[in-house]
């Protein structure tokens, strides 16, 4: 028998141990549903979970969370929470959850890595600027779960997408961490069609809620509120918007005044209350408390004017940078960024079904903060000429 050979029958082996070792209402890895077929040879020896995994973690769009930003943006502190280590916080909460559960930990590692890929430069006040200009163009609202799948679906690879199993990208499409649940149920039984309806349908309505379809999607979905909730108030401790003596009175006593201790009592409660269920809860006092600390971070930290002053420029800078691109892209211009640093490569399916306006978004969304603040300089900023020109 080869090393080959030998490799993939250890996978096998570990895929018919999942029956016993994992929870019923589990996700198995031989279930994974991917729209084109792949030879299982090819899979080696990985599972297929963790094939997803890795696919999510070599992309380029895993490779800008280095520079996006979490909630606080064009600050100078090397301690502050960026894009990159919510999502290693989300994974490791997550999974440490789904231990406890005896879920699929490689379908929430994956999920997990993947969940904020769509994310555009300067958090979700960015999202909010790409979505009026996206309105404006008839491309429906934009979000960021739904930008996620399009990248790793539609745009990755030079637009030959990474095949992902339907578990992950329906788990990082329904991730939406900013919605309060107690309680979280799967809507077992979707498929790549009902997806797509979803897809359609939060594009034309916000106010439409979407269910992942696994436990695993779930349990990353309550992970990600974990993750950012108590997070964040350190942040904003550290840069003196917010005083630890500012926290609800209520919430302090039910979850506690520090992140570490949030996180670990919020653990606790939903794994306690989840095991042997087939959804995912929060006792109903830890729910409640968990809801007004999430309010608190709203207003007194997310829309502090101390964190707001950079705002407009912001918004004024993401539409002239949209519609520079999108006059490059209606006159043809093969000399502009969007062409050289986007399109250049990209496949025939790509540029054939997606309008100038989607690319112009497309373009913008994938950007990192400092990528977006240099396109600015070079195209909006006059440059001052030397002296005979």
Known sequence: MSKAERLREIRFRLDGAEDSRLSPWACRSRDALRKKKENTISQGHRQSFSLDADRILHSHAYSRYIDKTQVFYLIKNDHITHRVLHVQLVSKIARTCGRLLSLNEDLIEAIALGHDIGHCPFGHDGERFLSELSLEHGLGHFFHNIQGVRFLEEIERKGKGWNLSFQVLDGILCHDGEVHSRALRPQRGKTFTRMEEEIREKQADPAKEIWPATMEGCVVRMADTISYVGRDIEDAIRLGIVTRKDIPEECRRVLGETNGTIVYILVEDLVFNTLEKDHVCFSEDVAEALGKLKDFNHRHIYMNEKVKKQTPKIKIMFRLLFEKYLHDLEAGNQASDVYTEFLEGMSQAYTDHTSP??????????????Y??????????????????
Do not use: N, W, Y
């Open 372 to 389: 977006f603040l240099s396109q600015c300089r070079k195209h909006l900023i006059p440059q001052v000429l030397p002296a005979g020109f």
């Open 357 to 370: 306006a989607e690319i112009a978004r497309d373009f913008i969304a994938g950007m990192t903060d400092e």
